[in-house]
């Protein structure tokens, strides 16, 4: 099990303001008179020109903001929302990838024990995001030795572990090919393939289906319901809507950073009053004073 509990995640950014103001003097643009501004720049008397100043201000924003969120042994999680809405902020902080400013990231054993070690953690956690970087000269299977090496395993069990995660994700055909040679199907079932590897009790996916064609991602598909049934924890963000409708269990709504709804897909769906998940997330988000909570 992995839990969130009021996590924050504050973010610096900068914006710029423009002013005339350093230009003026208590006698006037340029210390003459009859000077003036002419399409965003102070213009002088003589038809000299002088551009206006840009200051920098530095401000604060919340990219999550209090988020809590349960997600269980033999279940699908699916994080919806759109760019920019804190996503992938939020996947990242619970993969261990990045520190929140606020709050708490639990993490259990199958014994209901909480694990505290950082190392301990991230090894029970499979990470995989939209710009993972692999070894382009590396066939899969030499990638997966490579890792297996790194685990500490000995060559029978990253052979049998090899073997059995080729299977899984279909990638028999390609398994001996080099990784700078694969398409972007066969490149993002590689990614899987390496969060598989350790074998982990948790598996966060950001957007682990986008771009790719049917067999790939119907293969990527069948995984996640096949480490469901297998007892892992699975969460993972999509923009399809149709996809999350069967896949998911319970699905968790964000905006500006909060959860702004909760639920199964068919509570979402009949507190809406509509007939899918995709028009059930119009009706959310196009009501922005209410809170949709199972």
Do not use: W
């Not at 350790?198 to 950001?206: C, H």
């Amino acid at each position: 099990m992995i839990e969130v509990r009021g996590v924050c995640k504050e973010f610096e950014r900068s914006r710029r303001e423009e002013s005339a103001e350093g230009n003026v003097k208590k006698h006037g643009l340029f210390g003459k008179r009859n000077a003036s501004v002419k399409d965003g720049a102070v213009q002088a008397p003589g038809g000299q020109s002088k551009a206006k100043k840009h200051k920098v201000r530095k401000e604060t924003f919340l990219a999550v903001d209090h988020v809590s969120i349960e997600a269980y042994e033999g279940e699908i999680i699916g994080i919806l929302g759109p760019n920019g809405a804190g996503k992938t902020t939020l996947l990242r902080i619970m993969g261990m990838l990045m520190s929140p400013t606020e709050g708490d990231v639990i993490l259990t054993d199958g014994e209901g024990r909480e694990i505290t070690e950082l190392t301990h953690k991230k090894a029970a956690i499979g990470y995989l995001s939209g710009n993972t970087k692999l070894y382009p000269r590396f066939s899969v299977r030499e990638y997966l030795q490579f890792l297996g090496e790194l685990y500490g395993f000995d060559k029978e069990r990253i052979r049998e572990r090899s073997e059995e995660i080729f299977k899984v994700l279909d990638m028999e055909g390609f398994a001996d090919n080099r990784i700078e040679k694969l398409s972007t199907g066969q490149t993002q079932r590689a990614s899987i393939a390496r969060c598989l590897m350790a074998d982990p009790q948790v598996y966060i996916l950001d957007e682990p289906t986008l771009g790719l064609d049917i067999l790939s991602a119907d293969a990527i598909i069948r995984f996640m319901r096949e480490q469901k049934e297998n007892g892992k924890t699975v969460l993972y963000s999509t923009h399809y809507l149709e996809e999350a409708q069967i896949l998911c269990d319970r699905i968790y709504m964000i905006r500006d950073g909060k959860i702004v709804a909760h639920g199964t897909p068919a509570a979402l769906m009949q507190q809406t009053g509509t007939d899918n998940l995709r028009a059930a997330f119009h009706a959310i988000y196009d009501d922005t004073t209410s809170v949709h909570v199972q």
